[in-house]
């Protein structure tokens, strides 16, 4: 029964009431009626709208988190640190293909979206720092290579052997896979000037770096790596190819060949 057909129900019924106690105006001929119990009848609330109101209730919370969560993320992104992996092995010998690392930029100077405005970098980068940066031939592409010199340094190579300051530097992580072709290598002295880094690869035979396309101003410096947190060993033409059918093959690969190709050693390494 509708609500308004219980209201004339109730006024129905009210109204019948009062004539018997003579609550209304009628003639002064009494009238012998035997008295009906009568009941007080409300509305009934439409209880078929609270799941609903819980419904909404529900999602206006869980929209409401959503978005809390997104702006989190997305400043631990642009301000603190980022997730990235390593597709190719300029760097092996520290860094395999297929590494995922977390990379610190806050000390940095993070930059801030749409204004592209920079905060103040507050860590100097120093000679053999690991650094990530964006190619100065295309700053779409971001790279990753150790500093060999910094700005008023004078780098040299001779016979393979980095020379900074004429002094012969130690470098226990380089990796020669052409030993031949790293005793022959050499590069005359230059000075790097102010503001600009020399950058090379840890595999020092297969690194595409300042040795060929040349400095890197240091205003192009995002971050430095600081753990990996996960690392997959596929080949690197795997990790580069971007055709849409490829990536979901290789994803699905993933999937499939995640515990037995997993580097369970790599992961937790600082650098």
């Known amino acids: 029964m509708s609500s308004h057909s219980a209201d004339e129900e109730c006024i129905a019924t009210l109204f019948a009431t009062m004539t018997t106690l003579d609550l209304l105006e009628t003639p002064a001929t009494p009238v012998a009626t035997a008295a009906k119990p009568y009941t007080v009848c409300l509305a009934a609330p439409d209880v078929q709208l609270l799941p609903q109101r819980r419904a909404d209730a529900f999602w206006r919370r869980s929209t409401g988190r959503l978005i809390v969560l997104a ?18 092995g300029s760097m092996e010998g520290t860094i395999l293909v297929g ?11 993070p930059e801030i979206p749409i204004v592209h405005w920079r905060l103040p970098r507050v860590k100097s ?8 940066f964006r190619y100065p031939k295309n700053p779409a592409d971001t790279y990753l290579k150790r500093v060999a010199a910094v700005g008023g340094d004078s780098l040299e190579i001779r016979d393979g052997v980095v020379y900074v300051n004429s002094r012969p530097v ?7 896979n052409l030993p031949g072709y790293a005793r022959h290598e050499q590069m005359a002295s230059r000075i790097i000037p102010s503001g600009k880094l020399f950058v090379m690869g840890d595999n020092r035979d297969n690194s595409s770096d ?13 971050g430095e790596p600081m753990v ?31 515990f037995s190709r997993t580097r369970w050693n790599r992961m937790g390494t600082w650098l």
Do not use: Q
């Open 125 to 132: 980068i120093h000679r053999g720092d690991i650094i990530v």
């Open 228 to 258: 990996v947190y996960w690392s997959y060993d596929a080949p690197t033409a795997r990790w580069l190819d971007e055709k849409p059918s490829h990536r979901v093959a290789f994803y699905a690969s993933i999937a499939g060949n995640f």
């Open 99 to 109: 590494d995922h690392l977390f990379m610190d930029k806050l000390l940095y100077g």
């Open 170 to 176: 130690v470098e226990p992580y380089v990796v020669h």
């Open 71 to 88: 702006i989190i993320a997305m400043t631990v992104r642009i301000f603190i640190g980022e997730a990235s992996v390593v597709p190719t």
């Open 210 to 222: 300042s040795r060929e396309w040349g400095l890197v101003p240091e205003k192009n410096v995002l």
